[in-house]
């Protein structure tokens, strides 16, 4: 199936918390999962990603953690700052091949807001 | 690197009116690129694939007559909207995937800022 665009869900912590922020996605197929942040009138820049191998990476202050049984990526941020207000987008992709091949499915997204 | 830039960052059009959209990767070759729009607090939607020197595969329900979309060369795709109505005012980005080794890896993508289309 495909996700949706609904309307977005917000959180909101204090300056220094760590933030996790999830996503259900909807193709078992999916083998490749991106986390984006998007900040308002700008594009999608990448975060962090995790193949289907994979059940956690980490990046700087960042750690995706993916659960395929239950279909659930998070994205956790540690030491949350003011600066990484924006909306979070996760996305899914399968590199099986045919005519879906590279095609990213967007989450519904998240936003955040960091209180100083 | 791999930066993509996008041209007009906004525009404002009449009712009726045609608009172009350019999309073109400055340091790389893009084999692929993809269309997006997205509305106010809402989700990026997949409008077209567009692979260079093909046609655009076209997302179920994206209209291919209304939005025209040209991918003449490794670094520049292009979007039309043609004959733009209030209802096609939206957000429009689109993302381009690096050609490595005569191929693309069909993962890493990068996205344009986007262009904000208002239709009067």
């Known amino acids: 199936g495909e996700s949706v665009g609904l309307h977005l869900p917000t959180l909101s912590v204090q300056e220094g918390d760590n933030s996790i922020i999830n996503c259900a996605y909807s193709?078992?197929?999916?083998?490749?999962f991106i986390w984006y942040k998007q900040e308002s009138g700008k594009g999608p820049q990448f975060i962090i990603d995790?193949?289907?191998?994979?059940d956690k990476r980490q990046g700087q202050r960042v750690t995706v953690l993916l659960n395929k049984t239950v279909k659930h990526l998070s994205l956790q941020i540690a030491a949350t700052q003011p600066g990484d207000s924006a909306v979070y987008f996760c996305a899914e992709t399968s590199n099986a091949g045919g005519t879906s091949y590279g095609k990213l499915t967007f989450g519904q997204g998240t936003i955040l807001t960091v209180h100083p | 690197g791999a930066v993509v830039s996008q041209h007009p960052s906004r525009v404002i059009c009449k009712s009726g009116t045609s608009v172009k959209i350019e999309c073109r990767s400055l340091?790389?070759?893009?084999?692929?690129m993809f269309w997006y729009r997205q509305f106010p607090k809402k989700s990026l939607m997949l409008m077209a694939t567009s692979n260079e020197g093909s046609k655009a595969t076209y997302e179920q329900g994206v209209e291919k007559d209304k939005f025209l979309i040209n991918h003449a060369s490794l670094t520049l795709s292009t979007l039309t909207v043609t004959s733009a109505h209030p209802e096609d005012s939206s957000f429009y980005i689109c993302s381009a995937g690096p050609r490595t080794s005569g191929t693309w890896g069909g993962e890493t993508q990068y996205f344009g800022p986007g262009t904000r289309l208002l239709v009067l």
């Open positions: 193709n078992s197929a999916s083998d490749y």
């Open positions: 995790i193949r289907s191998n994979m």
């Open positions: 340091d790389f070759q893009a084999t692929t």
